[in-house]
């Protein structure tokens, strides 16, 4: 540790996907090596980074209010404000155009930086972010991990998709992969210090290619998999078009590969998808859902669902409901379309009304919720394997955890189970939640069938 902040102190706030929550645990890495101390409020900071996402409309809405918040916070005290992530990367010098109480702008590549940037700042407001095409290493060992149980690894970031809609290759370049010699070390270190699951991350992870041994991701999750000591491995996100049969294979192959997959479908239109620039159509997709659902049993699928994309009448929509039900996921995240900048999809009208986008999605969350609430009665009575994460938001003296498929469950306890799997009997559910009852916790490693 270097003594650069020593005596500050500093408040992170991450709007966004959990690439955003992975970056914001490695940004306050950073400016604890350097000597800085975490403050539980914007209030009690000297220095304020928040990590942006550019993704929705919405979530932009959201920084617009918070960063009102913080430009009355600045008036009132001295404090270094800091904007990262996607609208720092895609804004740039803008944002300090327009807010000028912002004292820094990082980019995603640039946060190991964050030192640098700092010091400068304290003299004059200043941007950084240079693309780099390559992965940039940040110091995985001095992340301040927001769980002792579960850890994010990512393992490649970009994307070379162009999805018409989306601003992802605008804001995190194009992809780049980590070399496994690096995410394996950070996953035995991670193992060794009694963390139970990781989670791969990516904005296309199964398009890893290892710079160093040119490894499949199918390659990389089967190493992953067989750390010492590694209960559950997770992923996301996948692309449907590169979900080849060797990840399955793997899947099926190895028991510490949870089953669940997050599957975004964004239409269930082949119409729709075309101009989304998706690179599948509805039936390739329903074929795929119907291969992991069949070699891979009990398996729980998630998704992403865009309602509204221009020109999308009724039929496509009814045509993604219809996906819906014949994959019954157990989650979504469904969204009004927003046009993003610099997107293909912004040049196409915004032709579907907004009454008409939010009918559509309530309708949608309608279906959702009650196919959800008959897959969650589904597991009413039986004995879920649950990885506990922490007290429930719930309170009452609960517990919270995910099951293998994902699914949240509060569940009474007696003694500490946090960080130990338990077996909850499932006693009750709600659309997004199961709860029960558990017995002792295993304090020993989960032994799997070979
Ligand atoms: S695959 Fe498409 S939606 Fe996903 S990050 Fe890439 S461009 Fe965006």
């Known amino acids: 540790m270097t003594a650069g902040l020593k005596g500050l102190k500093y408040f992170v706030r991450t709007f966004g996907c959990q690439m955003n929550e992975n970056d914001s645990e490695h940004i306050a890495g950073v400016l604890e090596r350097e000597g800085a101390a975490a403050a539980g409020r914007p209030e009690d900071a000297d220095i304020i980074v928040v990590n942006t996402c550019a993704v929705r ?27 990262a992530g996607c609208v720092a990367q895609l804004a740039r010098g803008d944002l300090l155009k327009k807010r000028p109480f912002i004292d820094f702008v990082i980019g995603p590549a640039n946060y190991a930086e964050l030192p640098q940037v700092l010091a400068l700042a304290a003299e004059k407001p200043g941007v950084r972010t240079q693309w780099s095409p390559e992965w940039q290493e940040f110091g995985a060992e001095t992340a301040v991990r927001a769980s002792r149980v579960s850890a994010f690894v990512p393992i490649m970031e970009g994307c070379d998709n162009f999805c018409s809609y989306c601003v992802v290759p605008f804001t995190r370049g194009r992809e780049k992969s980590r070399p496994s010699s690096s995410i394996l070390r950070e996953v035995r270190s991670l193992a060794a210090e009694g963390f139970q699951e990781i989670q791969l991350l990516g904005q296309n992870v199964n398009s890893y290619r290892d710079p160093e041994k040119a490894r499949s991701f199918s390659a990389l999750l089967e190493e992953v998999c067989a750390v010492e000591g590694l209960d559950w491995v997770r992923f996301l996100t996948s692309h449907p078009k590169d979900f080849g049969d060797d990840i399955i294979r793997t899947l099926a192959r190895r028991p510490e590969a949870c089953r669940q997959i997050h599957l975004p479908l964004q239409s269930g239109s082949s119409r729709v998808l075309e101009r989304m620039n998706r690179g599948y159509s509805r039936e390739g997709y329903l074929a795929l859902a119907s291969r992991l659902q069949e070699r891979l049993p009990g398996i729980l699928l998630s998704t992403d669902v865009i309602v509204g994309f221009p020109g999308e009448s009724e039929e496509d929509f009814e045509r993604t409901c219809d996906v819906l039900r014949r994959v019954r996921f157990a989650n979504i995240f469904s969204f009004r379309y927003s046009p993003r900048p610099l997107t293909a999809a912004a040049k196409l009208p915004d032709d579907v009304p907004l009454e008409v986008k939010r009918r559509r999605l309530i309708a949608l969350q309608d279906l959702q919720r009650s196919i959800q609430i008959e897959i969650n009665r589904s597991f009413v009575g039986r004995e879920v394997r649950v990885l506990c994460l922490g007290p429930s ?39 997004y939640s199961l709860h029960g009852t558990s017995g002792p916790a295993d304090c020993t490693p989960r032994r799997f069938p070979i």
């Open 393 to 431: 938001v719930k309170g009452g003296g609960r517990f919270a955890g995910r099951s293998e498929g994902g699914q949240i469950v509060n569940f009474e306890a007696a003694g500490d189970p946090v960080g130990r799997f338990v077996d909850v009997r499932v006693t009750g559910c709600g659309p």
């Open 57 to 83: 409309e919405k979530s932009e809405e959201k920084l617009r209010s918070y960063l009102g918040r913080l430009a009355s916070l600045k008036k009132r005290r001295g404090v270094l404000v800091g904007v």
